[in-house]
Nanobody
Framework: QVQLVESGGGLVQAGGSLRVSCVIS????????IGWYRQAPGKQRELVAG???????KYADSVKGRFAISRDPAKNTVYLQMNSLKPEDTAVYYC?????????WGQGTQVTVSS
């Protein structure tokens, strides 16, 4: 069964840091072409960061210089290190295939940044 299990979210003050994790199982998804997405209340889901098999990365302009995506293939896990968090980063964060997410999504992990 294909699964994407996100964790590590929480409540943090503006300027703080969090690291969210995504454990991947199943054959459809791979840590080698994976991305982090987020959805804030009332907004569409958007790409935050993605990493490809060759190691190249892509970041949304709003998080460049603050967020970093990484992976541990041995653990089938992808991470998103989030620094200098802002209230506008508040959202549910999901991992999924990159650059084209699959139809199946995990439950996500809530990140709330207080001002």
């Amino acid at each position: 069964q294909v699964q994407l299990v996100e964790s590590g979210g929480g409540l943090v003050q503006a300027g703080g840091s969090l690291r969210v994790s995504c454990v991947i199982s199943g054959s459809i998804f791979s840590v080698y072409n994976i991305g982090w997405y987020r959805q804030a209340p009332g907004k569409q889901r958007e790409l935050v960061a993605g990493i490809l098999s060759g190691g190249s990365t892509k970041y949304a302009d709003s998080v460049k210089g603050r967020f970093a995506i990484s992976r541990d293939p041995a653990k089938n896990t992808v991470y998103l290190q989030m620094n200098s968090l802002k209230p506008e980063d508040t959202a549910v964060y999901y991992c999924n295939a990159f650059p084209r997410p699959a139809a199946s999504w995990g439950q996500g992990t809530q990140v709330t940044v207080s001002s």
